[in-house]
């Protein structure tokens, strides 16, 4: 009995390490034919072919900064009170003309003093001119002697130089009395009255900001290797994403003649710093923007793009195709099917394709999918996709 119980476990323990082992088989077996699929496997993708493309490079700016160097303070040449503002915030006025009038009580009165000492340095001339002439006649006949001729000649002199100064101090009168009318130092708008009608202001205090906005400036910081392709004069153009946002500063909205998201503006770039013969790792690039239809003020805007008016043939692929936000690599499909991710270096952009500087070249195939999951050597089959598989 006890070798029969022995002989059953020995059984049990055989057929248990057997079923272990056949388990052990047949996983290995799917293992296998599950790599044999995979390797056989291709993934269907859609690419584009790199080639040669008319770009106008654009740049899509978070937000521009515009500022004038075209602005300048009205100022109070003298004392005095306003007595009338002939501006209003806002509008237009030309260099030289009057937006501000002043009174100094005190300059009328200082002028008929000053009439008062020309009539009576004019009275004290006329009597030395005659006296030195008398005087002048006894001399030629030796009726007076040197000296009182001396003091006679002095005494007419010194009455031509106090009728001048006299007329000195009246003329400077005139030019504060002229001062009274306080005038627009540039062409542009009234942006700011510092001072209200009635108000008493000291000689030197601002009374108003004009500004001129037809011409505004932004600045980049570019890469040499990117402003070198650019040039003082080359010419973009610029426009916003968001027209809520193009709002007159000081409180006023659009001028006539909105376009809201289709309004463009001409852009020249008006300077590069450093030069671009001199050595440097990062340029700033200033732009100037075209603002005779009034719209933009000095202020910052968000969502701008920037659109180079130059066509230039590049060498392209779908921005798509960039597998990181830096644009550094892509996924080659290489003659064998396969996938090969390359280290690329790229330019200009237009928003829909970039340009290769290197690491691909010229009638390679890159892939446009969604790139998660894929990896050097895995076998696709691609299709060509926006006109390049023609």
């Known amino acids: 009995m006890k070798k029969l119980y022995m002989l059953g476990l020995v059984l049990i323990l055989l057929f248990a390490v057997a079923m272990i082992g056949y388990g052990a088989w047949l996983n290995k077996s799917g293992e296998n034919q599950i790599t044999e699929r995979m390797s056989n496997r291709t993934i269907p993708l859609q690419g584009a072919k790199a080639q040669m493309r008319d770009m106008h490079p654009t740049l899509f700016l978070e937000t521009v900064n515009l500022y004038s160097n075209d602005m300048a303070d009205a100022i109070a040449l003298i004392d005095g009170r306003i007595e009338d503002i002939k501006v209003s915030k806002n509008s237009n006025v030309h260099k030289g003309e009057v937006i501000f009038t002043l009174v100094n009580d005190e300059i009328p009165l200082k002028i008929q003093q000053a009439d008062s000492s020309i009539a009576k340095a004019e009275a004290q001339l006329a009597n030395a001119k005659n006296n030195y002439a008398r005087y002048t006649r006894l001399r030629e006949r030796d009726a007076t002697s040197i000296e009182k001729f001396d003091e006679a000649q002095m005494a007419y002199f010194a009455s031509e130089a106090a009728l001048k100064e006299a ?224």
């Open 167 to 390: 007329q000195t101090i009246k003329e400077q009168l005139l030019v504060q009395s002229a001062r009274q009318d306080v005038l627009a130092p540039i062409d542009g708008e009234i942006l700011i009255l510092y001072r209200q009608q009635g108000a008493y202001v000291q000689a030197g205090t601002p009374i108003a900001l004009v500004g001129n906005f037809n011409e505004l400036l932004f600045s980049l910081p570019v890469e040499d290797r990117h402003a070198q392709r650019f040039s003082p004069g080359d010419r973009a153009q610029l426009s916003f994403t968001n027209n809520q946002i193009l709002r007159k500063a000081y409180d006023t909205d659009y001028a006539a003649g909105n376009r809201g998201d289709a309004q463009v503006f001409d852009v020249t770039i008006k300077e590069i710093v450093p030069e671009l013969d001199e050595p440097a790792s990062l340029r700033k690039v200033i732009f100037e923007v075209d603002n005779r239809v009034g719209l933009l003020e000095q202020q910052t805007y968000t969502g701008a793009k920037l659109v180079s008016e130059d066509t230039r043939r590049l060498l392209a692929v779908p921005l798509a195709a960039m597998i990181d936000t830096n644009r550094s690599a892509v996924f080659v499909v290489t003659g064998e099917g396969t996938l090969e991710r390359r280290a690329v270096r790229t330019g200009a952009d237009d928003g829909v394709y970039v340009e290769i500087l290197s690491g691909v070249g010229a009638g390679e195939t890159v892939v446009t999918s969604a790139s998660e999951g894929l990896e050097n050597g895995t076998k696709v089959t691609v299709t060509l996709v926006g006109g390049d598989g023609k």
